[in-house]
């Protein structure tokens, strides 16, 4: 069983940073980070397992995916936040040993945060 709680989000200008941070109880290697917006689909912004990590498009160059294994806790530092990047974030875990499957797939991840809201605002 993983638990998982997200904390760092907030509201910040266009242009502005945030990190964001999981902590994870249980063990992981695949993890995740997504994000939903009002009216939309969930969708995948960047993942990380034992072999490396992935960025979806939309963020690539911006944001970054890293753990702390002895802190058990897994980041998401947010850079040059734009307008369409407000949304609910969703730190996620699965039970596989890598992420090579399931990728940014929402159903191939079992243990999903509460979330927490990133605003940015123009």
């Known amino acids: 069983q993983v638990q998982l709680v997200e904390s760092g989000g907030g509201s910040v200008q266009a242009g502005g940073s945030l990190r964001l941070s999981c902590a994870v109880s249980?063990?992981?290697?695949?993890m995740g980070w997504f994000r939903q917006a009002p009216g939309k689909e969930r969708e995948g912004v960047a993942l990380?397992?034992?072999?490396?990590?992935e960025s979806a498009e939309p963020v690539k160059g911006r944001f970054t995916i890293s753990r702390d294994n002895a802190k058990n806790t897994l980041y998401l530092q947010m850079n040059n936040l734009k307008p369409e990047d407000t949304a609910m974030y969703y730190c996620?875990?699965?039970?596989?040993?890598?992420?090579?499957?399931?990728?940014?797939?929402?159903?191939?991840?079992?243990?999903w945060g509460q979330g927490t809201q990133v605003t940015v605002s123009s």
């Open positions: 990380i397992d034992g072999y490396g990590s």
């Open positions: 249980g063990s992981s290697y695949c």
């Open positions: 996620a875990a699965a039970s596989s040993t890598s992420c090579r499957w399931q990728r940014f797939s929402v159903k191939g991840y079992e243990y």
